[in-house]
T-cell receptor
Framework: AQKVTQAQTEISVVEKEDVTLDCVYE???????LFWYKQPPSGELVFLIR??????QNEISGRYSWNFQKSTSSFNFTITASQVVDSAVYFC???????????????FGQGTILTVHP | SQTIHQWPATLVQPVGSPLSLECTVE??????LYWYRQAAGRGLQLLFY??????ISSEVPQNLSASRPQDRQFILSSKKLLLSDSGFYLC?????????FGPGTRLTVT
């Protein structure tokens, strides 16, 4: 069975601080995908990134960066110079390949509530 | 690009009443579709998924059912709501290997 653990329930920072959200996963699949989603107060889930299990390159997108380490089954998310608008719940998720028996189903972590204070 | 519509946006229903939530998808054909529920406390749980018209798979035993009468329409139903059915219901569609979510329906059962 697949499992995603986000050990940090809540994080509170002051604007301009850097913050890292941790994600650890478990799967028996050899090929899988990892995701991060943002859920602002409106409730809609916003897709941030997808990472393939065979691509361990770190990725940077503006103030966001992701560190994927297969050896430790972790996929951590860092926000540099945080802003108030970054306040949201962030979810890490895992799926098998869409064409396989997992049918692209997502297993979510419990989420981390990030609050950025001005 | 793909757009997912859900309605209603919010709903307050008494215990024992029926439920019908609708999800429609634009901009794609024959997508995999999913229903998730987010109860108070943030976690998202997969309820149902569908790989085609009339094909529904249930992930957890519950008081709800799903149907897919058309390629881009996914419906979540209940004959009699329970208090425990309260939550935020999200419909999602698969594009490639990424799921995109609709705006959600917030259901309160009183």
């Amino acid at each position: 069975a697949q499992k995603v653990t986000q050990a940090q329930t809540e994080i509170s920072v002051v604007e301009k601080e850097d913050v890292t959200l941790d994600c650890v996963y478990e799967t028996r699949d050899t090929t899988y995908y990892l995701f991060w989603y943002k859920q602002p107060p409106s409730g809609e889930l916003v897709f941030l990134i997808r990472r393939n299990s065979f691509d361990e390159q770190n990725e940077i997108s503006g103030r966001y960066s992701w560190n994927f380490q297969k050896s430790t089954s972790s996929f951590n998310f860092t926000i540099t110079a945080s802003q108030v608008v970054d306040s949201a719940v962030y979810f890490c998720a895992l799926s098998g390949i869409a064409g396989g028996t997992s049918y692209g189903k997502l297993t979510f972590g419990q989420g981390t509530i990030l609050t950025v204070h001005p | 690009s793909q757009t997912i519509h859900q309605w209603p946006a919010t709903l307050v229903q008494p215990v024992g009443s029926p439920l019908s939530l609708e999800c429609t998808v634009e901009g794609t054909s024959n997508p995999n579709l999913y229903w998730y529920r987010q109860a108070a406390g943030r976690g998202l749980q997969l309820l149902f998924y569908s790989v085609g018209i009339g094909q529904i798979s249930s992930e957890v035993p519950q008081n709800l059912s799903a149907s897919r009468p058309q390629d881009r329409q996914f419906i979540l139903s209940s004959k009699k709501l329970l208090l425990s059915d309260s939550g935020f219901y999200l419909c999602a569609s698969l594009r490639g290997n990424e799921q995109y979510f609709g705006p959600g329906t917030r259901l309160t059962v009183t």
